[in-house]
C-alpha cells in the first residue's frame, strides 16, 4: 500500500486567487491522478501527472486553470488557478498500486472554499 | 464510521454474458457512487443512486439501489472485453468520510 499526505488539509481563499496543493507518496509511483469532489457530486478526475512529461487532462479541465507538476516520481502539486465560488471542492491525489490490478490509494484531501 | 463491502472479489466471465457486483453498507446509505478502474487511467465516475428503489442505467449497466439491505447492485448485460477492469462503490459524506468498498475485478474472456 502507499502513503499518501496532502497540503493543506483545507484553505479558505479569495476569489482571483490560486492555491498549490502538495501531494507527497512515501513510494515511487509512475502515476498520480488528481481528482475533484465538488459538493454533492461524485469524485471526478481532473488529470493524470506522469513523472517527467506534461499531465494528461480530462474533458472540461485545462492546463491553463490546473497546472499541474510532476518533478519526481515522489511528488506532484495541483494549482488553481484565479479561483471562483464553483471551484470550492475537496481535491484529491491518488496512486495506483503497484500491481495491476490493485486499487487506488487516496490523500487524505484537501478541502477548498472560495469566497 | 461507513465500511462497504463488495462481492465477488473477483469474476471471470465469457463474452457475452451477464454477470452482477454487489456492494453492502455497514450504514444506512445515503448516496451510492459507482466507479470504474482501468489501470493506468484513474477511476471513471459511472453512475450515483440516491433514493431507495432507485436504478440508472448507462450503456449496458444497470445500477440499483436498495436502501432497506443497505445494498447496492451493479449488473452489466452481455458483457464485452471492454468492461474488464475493477469496479469501485463509494459512498458517505463528501471529503475525508468517503470510503470505497475493496473493488471487484473482473475479467471478460473473448
Known amino acids: 500500500s502507499a502513503v499518501i499526505s496532502q497540503k493543506p488539509s483545507r484553505d479558505i481563499c479569495q476569489r482571483g486567487t490560486s492555491l498549490t496543493i502538495q501531494c507527497q507518496v512515501d513510494s515511487q509511483v509512475t502515476m498520480m491522478f488528481w481528482y475533484r469532489q465538488q459538493p454533492g457530486q461524485s469524485l471526478t478526475l481532473i488529470a493524470t501527472?506522469?513523472?517527467?512529461?506534461?499531465?494528461?487532462?480530462e474533458s472540461g479541465f485545462v492546463i491553463d486553470k490546473f497546472p499541474i507538476s510532476r518533478p519526481n516520481l515522489t511528488f506532484s502539486t495541483l494549482t488553481v488557478s484565479n479561483m471562483s465560488p464553483e471551484d470550492s471542492s475537496i481535491y484529491l491525489c491518488?496512486?495506483?498500486?503497484?500491481?495491476?490490478?490493485?486499487?487506488?490509494?487516496f490523500g487524505p484531501g484537501t478541502r477548498l472554499l472560495v469566497l | 464510521s461507513q465500511e462497504l463491502e463488495q462481492s465477488p472479489q473477483s469474476l471471470i466471465v465469457q463474452e457475452g454474458k451477464n454477470l452482477t457486483i454487489n456492494c453492502t453498507s455497514s450504514?444506512?446509505?445515503?448516496?451510492l457512487y459507482w466507479y470504474k478502474q482501468k489501470y493506468g487511467e484513474g477511476l471513471i465516475f459511472l453512475m450515483m443512486?440516491?433514493?431507495?428503489?432507485e436504478e440508472k442505467s448507462h450503456e449496458k449497466i444497470t445500477a440499483k439501489l436498495d436502501e432497506k439491505k443497505q445494498q447496492s447492485s451493479l449488473h452489466i448485460t452481455a458483457s464485452q472485453p471492454s468492461h474488464a477492469g475493477i469496479y469501485l462503490c463509494g459512498a458517505g459524506p463528501l471529503g475525508q468520510n468517503f470510503v470505497f468498498g475493496p473493488g471487484t475485478r473482473l475479467s471478460v474472456l473473448p
Open positions: 443512486l440516491q433514493k431507495g428503489g
Open positions: 501527472a506522469n513523472q517527467g512529461s506534461e499531465a494528461t487532462y
Open positions: 450504514k444506512t446509505l445515503y448516496g
Open positions: 491518488s496512486v495506483e498500486g503497484p500491481f495491476r490490478g490493485e486499487t487506488q490509494y
